[in-house]
């Protein structure tokens, strides 16, 4: 697929773009742009845009650039007019754009569309807002700002030429490795080795000057021995800019190249102006070289031995000697980023790990050894898998945040384009469920809020008039719930019009039951059949009748429900539950004649032997037991699997008492085997297509090598109750 | 089949040898290509709402595979299970299955040219076997590998109305 550098590229971006789109949203919100939020904008752009740019696609680096000049003219000259929801649909636009240019990188495409629109748009915008707050529309604040800065500072401005780089600038270097390659060594006894200074002028007006310096810095890395380069931080420093387009870019190098190769390479720069080139006779000659010696440091701490191979040090004394700055990034890797497969190997590996470990403990080969030390060890394995299995799980787990904050977006899309007023309020977003959940909720989440919006909040004038609040509320919070994440939706708008899906459903033909003995959740289920719409115009949001299906059927993939419950003139709440189905849960197993079976334990709430006579049949057949003054059901397993040579009689076998919601059910087995840890792992889709109401929800092995069939209770529930 | 031109060169090798097994009185022959391994006979856990021939799910080194009894995939009788009884484990586009078979014999390399295709009877039999080989006197029936992972095979419904029953039952 994409290579490693794309993927990185990508996935910054990505993170980039969501960042601008909640830093935009909530600037809106608040009405206007803080300084903190113009600076996180600014340099979110500014770093989109070297990036893009390094990669060569030009569409997204531009527009960056126009985008970020915005901000920039904010935040220098501070205008008293900001359209703040002008400027944020500016914002958005130009993420979306990058959003789908990236989608198509992603699959592996060229990020090909053409920007030109949206930069033309946002340089107009930017000289009407110019114009507006009475500034000159075509002031260039790049140079108005480091002339100022030039001035405050101790004169030795950027406008001046300094060949010297300042004393308080830290160096840079590209690929540190190079420096630490033998290749310096070459150098003295060598004559193929040319020195050079270069300085690359770029066309009047062809702006991001740096960015394409940065272009050349890559293009040449390639091709030479050493570099370095004037002005040493290209991307970081703002002045960089301004100092490449009045003094050139600066680069010094070491080559094997020769003039004439050299300059057939630099010819080749993009924007090229003019171009200085000059060979020298060594690097003491150069006007700006850092010694060997810091390089060295950089490259390799404390590396006494290696430093009397290096070439005498020949440093350029009049320049101010500067100690190299750590690695970027060097101290603040706190985050790492990892791909997502590598963690489901290792959750693969804890998994079999834990099937091995029980295999080794539970080995019938010991069976009736007294073994203390073993004991002893083997409970201390089983803690530190324990805790390891906990680890490894925690990685998987992500807040719920990021896709709740999408929401917002959409909501303000809607209320904008729809002419209403709502607000979305999050609850509980800091949520963890699994990463693979996370992911699947997104879609029918978007799906639900925009039905809220679209059908459920009236517009203001029936809002008012119904004696609501103008601004409708649309809650969307989380929980965790026992085994389940509950998310709800829930809106305060006209509610779901009950006698509308019915007649739909009519229409449609999917009544399942007599229309008298449906019930009003039965009814409001049909919202989410495919091609099922009560909107009579279908509109860009929704109407179509396609998107609700898709909320049933993600929710399904991930083994939750969704439950609408409706009140006239009051809103509707859409309550999505998702089990937490962890790949490794504890299990209790049970044998069933020859086979096994594994119940999760939550589900459990107890187990017993029954009394002689305690389970009873009702008229049709139907086995039930009284527990704790209540009636349950029992089911006989060895019966609903047609197992042979299983244990008829209840009061030799045992009762597992199963509770899901608020239901309780009775399970019949021969013989509890004890509680583990078990992976689950899915049935083999050979076998799983043919069967698809058992109850069964996985497999695994047990601490013998032998398979057990995972017991889903709510499953089983769903095939005792109606 | 088109995944046999791709992979033509690195099945160079492999190509027109066939493991040939017995089920019954025949010999039945199998893609060497597709062949995964050989393992006797084991524990087989028993799943629920599967056809008689899914005899159920074995524990091949921590793989759940599922094993097929060809007696009762062809529609036959089943038979005892011996020690000669095998599991040919197969793998179809990353799907594995074990085959329950009588008794592996040897790898045996059929010229095309002795290849012919099979009479089209009435009777539905030859649509597991793709060709017949000739080898001296005796005959291999190759068999359509694919065809054993289709999905429109009636007895794999019928099996589902029986069960359906018992759950019906216990509703």
């Known amino acids: 697929m994409a290579e490693p550098m794309v993927e990185v590229f990508i996935f910054e971006t990505r993170q980039f773009l969501e960042q601008l789109e909640q830093i935009a949203l909530g600037s809106e919100e608040q009405g206007g742009f803080s300084e903190e939020d113009v600076n996180e904008i600014f340099r979110a752009m500014h770093t989109i845009k070297g990036s893009a740019a390094m990669m060569m696609f030009d569409q997204v680096s531009t527009l960056a650039h126009s985008v970020e000049d915005i901000f920039f003219y904010i935040r220098e000259l501070k205008p008293a007019k900001v359209d703040a929801t002008a400027i944020t649909d500016i914002v958005l636009n130009a993420v979306d754009f990058m959003r789908i240019e990236m989608d198509k990188l992603d699959a592996g495409g060229t990020p090909d569309m053409s920007s030109e629109e949206l930069r033309a748009y946002t340089k107009d915008f930017l000289r009407n807002m110019k114009l507006d707050n009475g500034h000159d529309p075509d002031i260039d604040l790049r140079k108005a700002k480091n002339a100022k800065k030039s001035s405050e500072a101790t004169g030795e401005g950027a406008s001046a030429p300094a060949p010297e780089p300042e004393p308080e600038k830290k160096q840079y270097y590209i690929g540190a490795a190079k420096p630490a390659a033998p290749a310096p060594a070459a150098e003295g006894t060598s004559g193929t080795q040319h020195v050079f200074e270069a300085t690359v002028f770029f066309q009047q007006g062809c702006e991001m000057e740096e960015v394409r310096a940065f272009g050349v810095v890559n293009n040449m890395k390639e091709k030479v021995k050493e570099l370095h380069y004037l002005p040493e931080k290209i991307l970081e420093d703002e002045s960089a800019t301004d100092t490449i387009r009045n003094m050139g870019f600066r680069l010094f190098f070491t080559t094997d190249l020769n003039y004439d190769e050299?300059?057939?390479?630099?010819?080749?720069?993009?924007?090229?102006?003019?171009?200085?080139?000059?060979?020298?006779?060594?690097?003491?000659?150069?006007?700006?070289?850092?010694?060997?010696?810091?390089?060295?440091?950089?490259?390799?701490?404390?590396?006494?031995?290696?430093?009397?191979?290096?070439?005498?040090?020949?440093?350029?004394?009049?320049?101010?000697?500067?100690?190299?700055?750590?690695?970027?990034?060097?101290?603040?890797?706190q985050m790492i980023t990892v791909r997502v497969d590598k963690l489901d190997k290792l959750m693969d590996l804890v998994g079999e790990m834990v099937i091995a470990e029980a295999m080794v403990t539970q080995n019938p080969d010991l069976k009736g050894m007294e073994l203390d030390n073993f004991?002893?060890?083997?409970?201390?394995?089983?803690?530190?898998?324990?805790?390891?299995?906990?680890?490894?799980?925690?990685?998987?787990?992500?807040?719920?945040?990021?896709?709740?904050?999408?929401?917002?977006?959409?909501?303000?899309?809607?209320?904008?384009?729809?002419?209403?007023?709502?607000?979305?309020?999050?609850?509980?977003?800091?949520?963890?469920?699994?990463?693979?959940?996370?992911?699947?909720?997104?879609?029918?989440?978007?799906?639900?809020?925009?039905?809220?919006?679209?059908?459920?909040?009236?517009?203001?004038?029936?809002?008012?008039?119904?004696?609501?609040?103008?601004?409708?509320?649309?809650?969307?919070?989380?929980?965790?719930?026992?085994?389940?994440?509950?998310?709800?939706?829930?809106?305060?708008?006209?509610?779901?019009?009950?006698?509308?899906?019915?007649?739909?459903?009519?229409?449609?033909?999917?009544?399942?039951?007599?229309?008298?003995?449906?019930?009003?959740?039965?009814?409001?289920?049909?919202?989410?059949?495919?091609?099922?719409?009560?909107?009579?115009?279908?509109?860009?949001?929704?109407?179509?009748?396609?998107?609700?299906?898709?909320?049933?059927?993600?929710?399904?993939?991930?083994?939750?429900?969704?439950?609408?419950?409706?009140?006239?003139?009051?809103?509707?709440?859409?309550?999505?539950?998702?089990?937490?189905?962890?790949?490794?849960?504890?299990?209790?197993?049970?044998?069933?004649?020859?086979?096994?079976?594994?119940?999760p334990i939550n589900y459990i709430s107890r187990s017993f032997r029954p009394e002689d006579g305690a389970i009873f049949r009702d008229p049709d057949g139907s086995e039930m037991i009284m527990v704790q003054g209540k009636c349950c059901p029992v089911v006989r397993l060895y019966d609903m699997y047609g197992i042979p040579d299983a244990i008829h009689e209840p009061t030799d076998g045992i009762l597992l008492l199963l509770e899901t919601g608020d239901s309780r059910f009775g399970v019949m087995a021969d013989e509890l085997l004890g509680v583990q840890e078990i992976v689950v792992k899915p049935v083999p889709k050979y076998i799983s297509r043919m069967m698809k109401t058992t109850g069964i929800s996985g497999c695994t092995l047990l601490g013998d090598g032998s398979i057990s069939l995972i017991i889903d209770p709510q499953q089983v529930h769903n095939i005792i109750f109606d | 089949m088109e995944d046999d031109k791709l992979l033509m060169e690195d099945e160079d090798t492999q190509k027109d040898k066939y493991l040939t097994f017995t089920l019954g009185d025949e010999v039945y022959g199998i893609d060497i290509k597709v062949v995964i391994e050989i393992i006797g006979i084991q524990k087989i856990t028993v799943v629920?709402?599967?056809?008689?021939?899914?005899?159920?799910?074995?524990?091949?080194?921590?793989?759940?595979?599922?094993?097929?009894?060809?007696?009762?995939?062809?529609?036959?009788?089943?038979?005892?299970?011996?020690?000669?009884?095998?599991?040919?484990?197969?793998?179809?586009?990353?799907?594995?299955?074990?085959?329950?078979?009588?008794?592996?014999?040897?790898?045996?390399?059929?010229?095309?040219?002795?290849?012919?295709?099979?009479?089209?009877?009435?009777?539905?039999?030859?649509?597991?076997?793709?060709?017949?080989?000739?080898?001296?006197?005796?005959?291999?029936?190759?068999?359509?590998?694919?065809?054993?992972?289709?999905?429109?095979?009636?007895?794999?419904?019928?099996?589902?109305?029986?069960?359906?029953?018992?759950?019906?039952?216990?509703?």
């Not at chain 1, 809607?414 to 609850?427: D, P």
């Not at chain 2, 074990?98 to 040897?106: Q, R, T």
């Open chain 2, 48 to 171: 629920p709402e599967v056809p008689e021939y899914v005899k159920g799910i074995i524990n091949l080194r921590g793989k759940i595979i599922p094993v097929v009894d060809m007696h009762l995939r062809f529609r036959r009788q089943g038979k005892e299970y011996t020690d000669r009884t095998c599991i040919v484990v197969i793998d179809v586009n990353d799907v594995l299955i074990g085959l329950i078979v009588d008794g592996v014999s040897e790898v045996l390399t059929i010229d095309e040219k002795n290849v012919v295709p099979p009479p089209e009877l009435k009777a539905s039999q030859n649509k597991y076997i793709r060709s017949i080989g000739k080898i001296g006197e005796s005959v291999v029936l190759l068999l359509d590998w694919m065809k054993l992972f289709s999905e429109d095979d009636q007895s794999l419904f019928d099996d589902m109305s029986s069960e359906e029953t018992v759950e019906q039952a216990a509703e």
């Open chain 1, 375 to 599: 004991a002893k060890a083997a409970r201390q394995l089983h803690k530190i898998n324990g805790e390891l299995q906990d680890s490894v799980m925690a990685l998987r787990m992500v807040p719920l945040e990021g896709t709740f904050k999408k929401m917002n977006r959409i909501v303000r899309d809607m209320t904008k384009k729809l002419g209403k007023k709502a607000r979305l309020v999050l609850v509980g977003e800091s949520t963890e469920v699994d990463k693979n959940i996370n992911e699947h909720i997104s879609d029918p989440l978007m799906h639900i809020v925009r039905n809220s919006v679209d059908h459920g909040i009236e517009m203001p004038e029936v809002r008012v008039e119904a004696g609501k609040e103008e601004m409708g509320t649309v809650i969307l919070s989380a929980e965790n719930a026992g085994g389940e994440v509950v998310i709800k939706i829930k809106d305060d708008g006209g509610g779901l019009n009950k006698e509308k899906i019915l007649e739909r459903a009519r229409k449609n033909g999917i009544l399942t039951k007599p229309e008298s003995e449906l019930t009003d959740r039965e009814i409001y289920s049909f919202i989410f059949a495919p091609g099922f719409s009560t909107k009579e115009a279908v509109t860009e949001f929704s109407g179509r009748g396609v998107g609700m299906d898709v909320v049933v059927s993600n929710i399904k993939s991930l083994g939750g429900k969704v439950i609408v419950d409706s009140e006239p003139g009051q809103g509707s709440t859409t309550t999505i539950k998702i089990p937490l189905t962890l790949a490794i849960i504890e299990g209790m197993s049970v044998s069933v004649g020859g086979s096994r079976f594994t119940v």
């Open chain 1, 262 to 333: 050299v300059k057939a390479e630099l010819d080749q720069t993009i924007f090229l102006d003019r171009l200085e080139l000059k060979e020298v006779g060594s690097v003491a000659e150069l006007e700006y070289w850092p010694s060997q010696e810091t390089i060295a440091i950089t490259a390799l701490e404390n590396s006494e031995p290696i430093k009397p191979d290096m070439p005498p040090v020949q440093r350029d004394l009049s320049g101010p000697v500067k100690k190299p700055a750590p690695a970027k990034g060097g101290d603040g890797a």
